[in-house]
C-alpha cells in the first residue's frame, strides 16, 4: 500500500539538480525549490550570471538548505563540490527558466560558466523549461537549437502561451509548476500505474441562474482531489478536472478548472484518450434552462420568479458509453442516502460504469466536506464493504485496486 507520505512525497531520496538561468520568469523558480522540496527531493541550485539578477542566492539557499553554486572557478567550490560532482551527483538536471542564450550554448557544447559546464558534463537526464519572448522563442537560431537539444534525448516542458513580461503575447511564458512538477515525477515514477493516463472528475458544480446566482451542492472535492493524488503518485499521468472548490491543486498533473457540468464534459472529453477515468465530481443534475443574463431584480411587490430547470449531461454514463476511446475502466461514485448497495448496483448497470464507490451521505455521515467516508466497492464480481477510514485512504486503496485490475488486465 503507498502511504500519503509516499504520494505526496514522491521523490524522497532524489537528488534534483536545478540551473535558474536569466530570465523574468527566475523568480518563479523560488516556488519551483520550495515545491520540489515539499514533495521529498533535495535540491541544488545553480545560479547563472544572469540569473542573479533576477533572484538572489540568498532566497534559492534559504528555501532550498543548501549552498547555492554560481562560479565554475570558485577555489572553495572545487575543493568543497566540484562542478563534476554537481553533474554526477544529480539524478535530474532541471533547467528553469531555460533562457535562448544557455541553450544555444548547451547546443554547442560550451562550458564557459558553471552552467553550462555541468550541462556539458552531467550524465543525468535533462529537462528544460524554457522561457522566453516570443520572437526569440519563434527565431529559427532557437527552433534549430532546440531540436538538437531534443534529439540529443533533452526533454521540455513548455513555453506556454500567454501575456509576456515585455508586454507582447504569444508563446514564451514558462511552464506552470505543476507541469514542470509533473514533467520531473514523469521522469522518475515508477509506481505501479506508470504509462497510464487517467481521467478523475471532482468537485461540485456551479449552474448559473443569472450572472450572480447559481445552483450548487455541498461537495468539496477533497475525495475526488485525494483520487487524482493518488493515481499521480502511483505514476499514472493524470488529468483532474475540477469544479469550483476551495482547497488547493494537487501537484504533478494537469488540472482543469470548470464551473458548469456541460464545462466538465467538454473538459473530460478533451483529455482523452485515457485508460482510467474516475468520476468523483458531484455534478449537478439540472441546469437552469435559460440563465438571465442580467441579475434578477427584486422588486417590491413582484411575483417570486421561478426557474426552468434542463436536464445536463451525464458525463460517466458519457464515458462509459464511448464507443471509440472509452477509457478501459470507468469508475463511478453513488452518493446514496439509504439502501447504499442496492442502488449503488442499479447505478453501475444504468450507467454502465465497470466499478461504483457508494457511500453514505446521509445526515450525520459527516462524509460531504468532512475529511473520512466509508465505502461500498461494487464491480460486477461482488460487493465489498470498507471501514470508515480517510478519503485518502480510500483514495490509496482505490489506487490498488486500479493497479491490481490493470496487472491482471481484467476489470475488477
Ligand atoms: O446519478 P448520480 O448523480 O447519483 O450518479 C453519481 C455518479 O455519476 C458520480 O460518479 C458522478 O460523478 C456521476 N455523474 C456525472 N454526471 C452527471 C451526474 C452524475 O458524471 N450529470
Same mark, same amino acid.
Given at each position: 500500500m503507498w502511504n500519503i507520505a509516499r504520494v505526496m512525497r514522491v521523490l524522497s531520496g532524489k537528488s534534483i539538480l536545478l540551473i535558474v538561468a536569466g530570465g523574468i520568469a527566475a523568480y518563479k523558480s523560488l516556488e519551483l525549490v520550495r515545491r520540489l522540496k515539499d514533495r521529498g527531493a533535495l535540491v541544488r541550485c545553480v545560479l547563472t550570471e544572469a540569473g542573479a539578477r533576477f533572484v538572489t542566492p540568498l532566497s534559492l539557499a534559504a528555501l532550498s538548505g543548501e549552498k547555492v553554486h554560481q562560479d565554475l572557478f570558485s577555489l572553495t567550490d572545487e575543493v568543497e563540490m566540484g562542478h563534476i560532482r554537481l553533474a554526477r551527483e544529480a539524478d535530474l538536471v532541471v533547467v528553469a527558466p531555460a533562457t535562448a542564450d544557455l541553450m544555444a550554448r548547451m547546443q554547442a557544447g560550451m562550458a564557459n560558466d558553471l552552467a553550462s559546464a555541468i550541462l556539458l558534463a552531467t550524465r543525468a537526464p535533462i529537462l528544460l523549461a524554457p522561457s522566453m519572448n516570443t520572437a526569440m522563442w519563434e527565431h529559427a537560431a532557437t527552433q534549430a537549437n532546440l531540436k538538437s537539444l531534443r534529439q540529443r534525448g533533452c526533454k521540455t516542458v513548455g513555453p506556454q502561451d500567454g501575456d509576456l513580461a515585455c508586454g507582447e503575447v504569444g508563446a514564451g511564458r514558462l511552464a506552470e509548476l505543476s507541469d514542470i512538477l509533473a514533467a520531473i515525477d514523469d521522469g522518475f515514477s515508477a509506481g505501479p500505474l506508470k504509462g497510464l493516463r487517467a481521467l478523475v472528475t471532482s468537485g461540485p458544480t456551479h449552474e448559473p441562474i443569472d450572472p450572480v446566482r447559481f445552483i450548487a451542492n455541498r461537495s468539496s472535492g477533497k475525495q475526488g482531489h485525494a483520487i487524482a493524488a493518488a493515481l499521480a503518485g502511483a505514476g499514472a499521468k493524470v488529468t483532474l478536472v475540477s469544479g469550483p472548490v476551495s482547497i488547493p491543486d494537487p501537484a504533478g498533473m494537469c488540472v482543469v478548472h470548470v464551473e458548469t457540468a456541460e464545462q466538465m464534459l467538454a473538459a473530460c472529453q478533451k483529455s482523452l484518450p485515457a485508460d482510467i477515468a474516475v468520476c468523483a465530481a458531484a455534478v449537478a443534475d439540472w441546469k437552469v434552462k435559460t440563465p438571465a443574463g442580467q441579475k434578477l431584480k427584486k422588486a417590491k411587490g413582484a411575483a417570486v420568479p421561478s426557474l426552468e430547470l434542463a436536464t445536463n449531461p451525464d458525463i460517466l454514463a458519457t464515458l462509459s458509453g464511448l464507443?471509440?476511446? *472509452?477509457? *478501459?475502466l470507468v469508475v463511478g461514485f453513488a452518493a446514496e442516502t439509504q439502501n447504499i448497495s442496492a442502488h449503488a448496483k442499479a447505478k453501475l448497470e444504468a450507467k454502465g460504469a465497470d466499478w461504483i464507490l457508494a457511500n453514505d451521505v446521509s445526515?450525520?455521515?459527516?462524509?460531504?466536506?468532512?475529511d473520512s467516508n466509508q465505502v461500498h466497492l461494487i464491480t460486477r464480481s461482488g460487493i465489498e464493504t470498507w471501514p470508515r477510514m480517510s478519503k485518502s485512504h480510500v483514495a490509496q486503496e482505490l489506487a490498488e485496486r486500479v493497479a491490481r485490475a490493470f496487472k491482471k488486465g481484467k476489470k475488477a
Open positions: 464507443k471509440k476511446e *472509452r477509457p *478501459r445526515e450525520g455521515s459527516g462524509t460531504f466536506g468532512g
